[in-house]
DNA sequence: CGAACGAGTCAACAGGGTGTCGAGTCACGG
DNA sequence: CCGTGACTCGACACCCTGTTGACTCGTTCG
């Protein structure tokens, strides 16, 4: 099917389409992959479906990606590298009261995972049994606690937050109920919040935490 | 092998020792089962592996247990019947202190797991991919949610704690905190606070977010 | 032009896992 | 001794993963 597309992509630009077809395929294969992971969860999608899934055979696959993990690796990037972001923004934008620089960085937190429901779920499923996956998420929830711990360390030092357990341990605390929290509300299985109580629950204990009775 | 034991057990009892020799091949896989679980992952352990480890063949397995997560749901169903056991005892506990019973609730939850390391790695792992295990302790959850709330409730009514949040939602995101910190203490991927210390840090974010800044 | 090359492609295979079927063995109770 | 029910396993059907080797087809270079 579709064998009349003849590399027409990008050819005003001329000279050379060195894997035009090949760079077409690999984002397919992406595209599949999220595409499926709507409508079931990852460990009842098969190599195979992907590659049918981007008219190509299953050796071919094997070409692009060295595994099917591999697929959900490429795609976690790009949420991480989007979330890093979100992240930097948020940390870096001024903050007139503490509890709004808390509760904006909880929203985007949430956000970003909520505007990814279906791999944010993967991600999880994956967990349990790549050690890559593991790795990366352990990365990013790293990233997340320092930033967070700094925080903490900073309130205490000017006198905003009494002292407490170890900022570290707290943030670690803190961020783990975070995951937690938002992954259950996303995959919707066992007790979970309501979407929209989400934040506003999480800011409380987050503010109760740092800060004993809360500012404001 | 150990071929020439031929039931010589609860021989003085006589009358039909029907099933005697089942009883113990399923105890034995079971036993193999939590036996392998220390040394590797559910993932890379086999219906074959759990067979061999009991003395049978892979098909003699079906027998006993329909699938390998059958074994460990049974597994579980143990663990789950000791939580509850240790959590009523906690809950019905006389309670001197609320920070006293929020900090004996919280080790005895802690300690049941730590004290089965190897099955709570094993159950969050299955859990990613097996409805029934999702289900299982979506109902472990559920009752500790409900006891939590229940006593936040009440220590609101008696004026002890303020109001705040929905007591459901903050006793989920609480527990949710306690799973998730929990098992990445146990599983040792990511980071993760010392063991020590696991329920010092949840106990004083356990009081923070119930009574704002604490009692005592 | 034609050989050489490299990207891209897949049928066929090897290997390992799951779950099932049917044909047994064996100890009792009638 | 003959059934019956507990118990056992060799062999099979299937599904999935990952690899191999041959093949196509543009491009590039002598």
Redesign the pocket.
Same mark, same amino acid.
């Given at each position: 099917m579709s064998e009349g597309a003849r590399l027409p992509t990008a050819a005003g630009r001329g000279r050379? #389409?060195a *894997?035009a *077809?090949?760079d077409d *395929?690999e984002l397919l294969i992406l595209e599949t992959a999220e595409r499926l992971l709507e409508e079931r969860p990852l460990g009842a999608i $098969?190599?195979?479906d992907l590659a049918r899934g981007a008219g190509? $055979? *299953?050796?071919?696959f094997?070409?692009y990606f #060295? $595994?099917?993990d591999a697929v959900l690796l490429t795609l976690l990037d790009r949420v991480v590298a989007e979330a890093d972001a979100t992240m930097t923004a948020v940390f870096d934008g001024s903050v007139t009261a503490p509890r709004e620089g808390w509760q904006r960085a909880l929203a985007a937190y949430h956000g970003t995972f909520r505007d990814h429901r279906a791999l944010t779920v993967a991600w999880a499923e994956a967990r349990a049994t790549n050690a890559e996956v593991r790795a990366l998420w352990a990365e990013v929830f790293e990233r997340w606690v320092q930033r967070c711990a700094t925080v903490i360390e900073a309130e205490r030092a000017r006198g905003a937050a009494p002292p407490g357990p170890a900022a570290r341990d707290l943030a670690i605390a803190l961020t783990s109920m975070n995951e937690r929290v938002i992954s259950a509300s996303l995959s919707g299985d066992g007790p979970a919040i309501a979407p929209d109580d989400v934040v506003p629950v999480m800011l409380r204990v987050w503010l109760n935490a740092v800060y004993g009775t809360p500012p404001d």
């Open positions: 050379r #389409p *894997r *077809r090949g *395929r $098969s190599v195979d190509i $055979s *299953r050796p071919t094997y070409f #060295p $595994s099917k």
